[in-house]
């Protein structure tokens, strides 16, 4: 499935800036159609235009993506086959990852804080991660009430966290799958990007959201995921000055920031009947 968005700047290269910032990719990978040029104004306040280009990005929704991550890793040994070739490692065993989490989930049912088996999950990740072929890495883990984060820390992690961190979006689903218990979460993390993503997302609703004020006109960002959208919406929530709301279909959804004193177009007084006259 692709999808087609449209970007618009004050020129190619501000437009292009954008939509590379919604993609997370470089200039170099990015696909575009320039649909209209950049035209000045005349004496600097008539008429002029700003450029508009056309982003075509094929997506993959979120089971799609975990269901490719699970066969890339784990092949047939995740459906229990034997179907394995000499030297590879020995599979899950799957009726034993139910019974593990059966136990855990009538653990928590007797507990108000969950309890996590911290060195079991690290050794899962870090298979899955061998699997990946991902380079040697340290994967830390801390407790936080309900929930456990796992950190992943090394050099050349790129594969996690290119595509907005899609890759540990999965991770992380998987490893929900296989050991989350009732009343718990595990989070993984790649040496704090989730942290520093969270900021540039925040950060750039409340530019967005101070452009919207100052220009009185809706301002939109595209192309985002739940996630990034909630923490849009968290950003400008305190603002009484703003609203947020999102648009679209699909997973990735664009958000349009209003500002409350937003310029409206005054209905025309209709004319009276000797007026018409």
Known sequence: MSTELEFEGKDISDAVEKACFAYQVTEADLEYKVLRQESKKLFGFIGGKNALIRVIKKEIDGNQLVQDLIKSTFGDEFNGTDNKKPGKAKSFDNNQASTDKAKAVSVTEERI??????????????RVLQLMDVPECLVKTSKHENELHLDIQGEELD???NK????LDALQFIINKMHGVKGGRIFIDCDGFR??????????????????KRLRKPVTINSLNAHDRRLVHMALQDDQELRSRSKGDGEFKKVVIYPNNAQRRRPRPKASPAEAV
């Open 195 to 212: 942290a520093r993503h969270e900021e540039d997302i925040s950060g750039l609703a409340l530019r967005l959201g101070a452009k919207a």
């Open 159 to 161: 594969i996690l966290t």
């Open 113 to 126: 804080i969950p309890e996590f088996d911290d060195v079991k999950i690290s050794s899962s990740l870090n």
């Open 164 to 167: 907005r961190g899609a890759a």
